[in-house]
């Protein structure tokens, strides 16, 4: 009993993480109905990023997400704006071909940069773990949950309580409605591009601690972000956090219960399932088209 309860509170600790990493890839397709590939290289990136200010500074490589989160909301502009907004009104075809292009930029360039080996940011609470009874919570978990809800919550107040918000849940539900109202379609695909690819400045800090990385770990960690989002429902933010805490939960019972070499598939395997079974997801609406 002890062992499934550690489990599940391991699980929804890092399904928090997970949420927090897929809300990015959900919030850009549903605005602008782009499949970032690049999600996951940029993850890489900032946990590079990280790793290099952890060994040159000391700072923790959590709270450095308060440096790497706004160069990553600019990053993430300047690339919508020189980048993907040639292809915006593209088939998603033309941006899964694009993003995945840029990715192995990422992963290119990284390797010639530092080096095609494993790396991990270990501060010095790395190993230590808070207890609540019979179960072990590893403080580096509970610091990534924890910086995770913050991150989900500033971004759900975002998203709910301004106009920059509003102006984005509009255009992701109705683009021409929103259009009719003023509401700017270039501006507010930017503005959300960037808001998306700034979830990736705290992601990829807090993976810089729980995982080891190298740059070809991003075709790990987009799978697992594709698998959150196609089971959530592409574009819904609620279903990418239910998505993740699911997948989160899954993932830990099966290296608990099965084994670590296991864990992995979970992800492919959710994907597979998905798209066989209910494609739109829990929370995706089925599409109609009228033929002619």
Do not use: C
């Amino acid at each position: 009993m002890t062992q499934l309860l550690q489990a599940l509170v391991l699980g929804l600790l890092i399904g928090g993480v997970y949420a927090l990493m897929a809300s990015g890839l959900a919030l850009i397709f549903g605005v602008m109905r782009i499949i970032n590939i690049a999600q996951g290289a940029l993850l890489i990136l900032v946990a590079m990023f990280t790793w290099w200010m952890w060994r040159e500074t000391g700072i923790d490589p959590i709270l450095a997400s308060v440096v790497t989160t706004p160069l990553m909301f600019g990053f993430g502009w300047i690339l919508y704006r020189t980048v993907i907004s040639r292809i915006r009104d593209q088939s998603a075809s033309m941006s899964v071909l694009l993003t995945f292009g840029f990715a192995l930029v990422v992963e290119g360039v990284l390797n010639v940069v530092a080096g095609n080996r494993f790396r991990s940011a270990t501060p010095f609470y790395f190993a230590e773990s808070f207890t609540v009874g019979p179960i072990s919570l590893p403080k580096t978990q509970v610091y990534g949950f924890v910086a995770a809800v913050l991150v989900l919550a500033a971004l759900y107040l975002v998203l709910t309580r301004t106009w920059t918000g509003r102006a984005i849940r509009a255009t992701s539900q109705n683009p021409s409605g929103a259009a009719l109202v003023g509401v700017g379609a270039a501006g507010t695909a930017a503005l959300a591009f960037a808001l998306g690819t700034a979830t990736t400045g705290v992601g990829g800090s807090i993976l810089s601690v729980l995982y080891p990385f190298f740059p070809a770990s991003h075709y790990d960690w987009i799978s697992r972000l594709l698998g959150i989002v196609v089971l959530g429902g592409m574009g819904s933010l609620p279903g990418a956090m239910v998505g993740a805490l699911i997948l989160g939960l899954a993932e830990t019972l099966t290296a608990t219960y099965g084994g670590l070499r296991w864990s992995t598939l979970v992800f492919y395997l959710v994907i597979m399932l998905v798209l066989l079974f209910r494609p739109q997801g829990l929370f995706g609406a089925k599409l109609r088209e009228d033929a002619a």
